[in-house]
């Protein structure tokens, strides 16, 4: 996990040199960004392993920004923000961000959540590299490419969606309760709100599913958990 590099977006020098040095602490390597524009060049410069990503910026917003990373990375994004509403959570997350924190917040509980997308990312990572492909009626999922497609068109997944994704779709009816699923894309323990799994299964039915509201793949067990459902006629 040591000399990976954390692309810091933030305009605030004193939360990016706070960032620095908690981060520097545990071997990151850390390149600043004060604004957006700023941000993109760094990103095609240094292809950082992570990024944090601070809501509001001088020159664009944070989610616009998120937008733009998208189209060509799959790197964790962690949104940092001042705003702790729940409509900017899920926004965020939809917009392929993996994590919101809000300020003020715990520089030892971010540098937690730091290594825990960093573990579990990487841990994709290998086992990537002999993963095998899953088709089903209409869904195919290519762990090797990182690529999802539904009815034959690409659909642009966030890390944690695709591994949420394949992970259910890798045990086909096999039922998980929901803090199952958040050990699973985070950290053997709690390091955020549990309930960011449901935002995840929501924006991925919305990507995946013909419609969401009556979902063929994942399956909700009310009081259980989540499905995949492999067998769609059913």
Not at 3 to 19: A, F, G, Q, Y
Not at 78 to 84: G, M, P, Q, R, V
Request: hydrophobic share 40%.
């Amino acid at each position: 996990m040591l000399n990976k590099t954390i692309l810091v977006v933030d305009d605030d020098p004193d939360i990016n040199e706070l960032l620095k040095l908690s981060l520097s602490r545990e071997g990151y390597n850390i390149i600043p960004a004060f604004r957006g524009s700023d941000a993109i060049v760094s990103m095609e410069k240094f292809n950082p392993d992570l990024i944090i990503l601070d809501v509001l910026l001088p020159d664009m917003d944070g989610f616009e920004l998120c937008r733009v990373l998208r189209k060509t990375s799959n790197v964790p994004i962690l949104f940092l923000s001042c705003k702790d509403d729940d409509s900017d959570k899920v926004l965020g997350l939809g917009l392929g961000g993996d994590d919101y924190i809000s300020k003020p917040f715990s520089p030892i509980e971010l540098v937690a959540r730091v290594k825990a997308h960093m573990r579990r990312n990487y841990s994709l990572n290998d086992k990537e590299k002999d993963s095998t492909e899953l088709k089903f009626p209409g869904l195919t999922i290519d762990r090797s490419t990182h690529r999802v497609m539904v009815d034959g068109q690409h659909v642009a997944l966030s890390a944690k969606e695709f591994k949420l994704l394949f992970h259910l779709a890798q045990n086909p009816n096999r039922v998980y309760k929901n803090d199952q699923l958040f050990s699973l894309l985070w950290d053997e323990h709690f390091l955020g709100d549990p309930h960011t799994v449901m935002v995840h299964i929501y924006n991925l039915r919305k990507k995946i599913e013909i419609n969401p509201a009556k979902p063929k793949y994942i399956m909700t067990l009310r009081g259980v958990g989540y499905k995949f459902n492999d067998k769609q006629g059913e």
